[in-house]
């Protein structure tokens, strides 16, 4: 017991880590791609290249290490690229915690330039050192400069058969047509509001606490499609209610009106009252409401 008390406290992880997809299973949202893949991972049809392309927050990172993992899935049983992945293989851990060497992933953001390129041109030579395929992962890939791009487009094209490419981007249209016709191209989605409500009923039951439907809703149309903005609100909303996450809490924290004002300024304004409707609507302003969002 004492030994108990005197152990550190485990650091808090953010409900967006804590619940990061580690299969394609538990992806939400994404059905066309996943079927893809699927179907292409069964017919031994897997490209050299990926473009993953959508909004902030709807996994386009957590799918190139889930991917990542897929190509280098390995069991006592299994010994090729699989998409069912029921448990840990051999490289799993490693490449879900980012700390495998065969999968590098980097940030073009802040790796923009054609010596950073390089570096991955001349990796791209040399074979895995335990696992089956070197994947490179590149985020946010718009962001390389032109010169990386062309550096990049002889290995993209013609690669080592050990080696596939999985880029990510929110802005598609920055990347040069050249790279995109050298990647099969998943687009995606936003998540719809239905699905998000029923994802962050399953975290709020499995963080023990207890939401509104109502809530969860406007949790899930503030987010506007993104899941991992979803899940920091939820995880703020968690931690702002006291017992159950309630519609008027969340409200008041994210600083949407409440409709019962939202009510009585469609009657101030039917009724040509323009002086007290203008006086409801500055209140409404000051207290945070985004007219777009009322």
């Known amino acids: ?27 939400i949202g994404q059905d066309a791609m996943v079927r893809t893949l699927r179907n292409a991972f069964a017919a031994k ?29 390995e069991t006592e049983t299994v010994h090729g690229p ?10 799993c851990a490693d490449i879900i915690e980012s700390r495998h060497p065969d999968v590098v992933e980097m940030d073009a953001a802040s790796n923009t330039g054609i010596d950073n390129v390089r570096e991955i041109i001349e990796s791209a030579r040399y074979k895995p050192l335990t696992a089956r395929t070197k994947v490179f992962i590149i985020d946010e890939v718009h962001m390389l400069s032109k010169g990386a ?20 981007t929110t802005e598609i249209r920055k990347v040069p047509v050249t790279v995109l016709s050298r990647c099969q191209r998943f687009d995606l989605r936003r998540v719809d509001v239905p699905l998000l409500v029923e994802h962050f009923g399953r975290i709020v039951a499995n963080e023990g606490a207890t939401a509104e439907d109502e809530a969860l809703a406007t949790i899930a ?6 899941v991992r903005d979803g899940l920091s609100i939820l995880d703020q909303a968690i931690a702002y209610s006291t017992g159950t996450v309630g519609a008027e809490n969340v409200r008041a924290m994210l600083g949407l009106a409440d409709r019962g004002r939202i009510f009585d300024l469609v009657e101030l304004t039917v009724g040509g009252q323009a002086g007290k409707a203008l006086e409801a609507f500055g209140a409404l302003h000051r207290d945070g409401a985004d007219p777009g969002q009322i």
């Open 1 to 27: 017991a004492g030994a108990a008390a005197d152990a550190p406290a485990k650091p808090y992880v953010v409900l967006a880590r804590k619940y990061r997809p580690q299969t394609f299973d538990d992806l």
């Open 45 to 73: 049809r897997i490209a050299q290249g990926y473009m993953l392309t959508g909004v902030r927050g709807v996994g386009k990172t957590t799918t190139a290490r889930i991917l990542a993992r897929a190509l280098n899935y």
């Open 82 to 91: 699989s998409i069912d992945m029921p448990v840990l293989g051999r490289h």
């Open 149 to 168: 791009f062309n550096a990049l487009l002889k290995t993209l094209e013609e690669p080592p058969e050990h080696v596939k490419f999985i880029f990510a």
């Open 221 to 226: 149309r503030a987010a506007e499609g993104s």
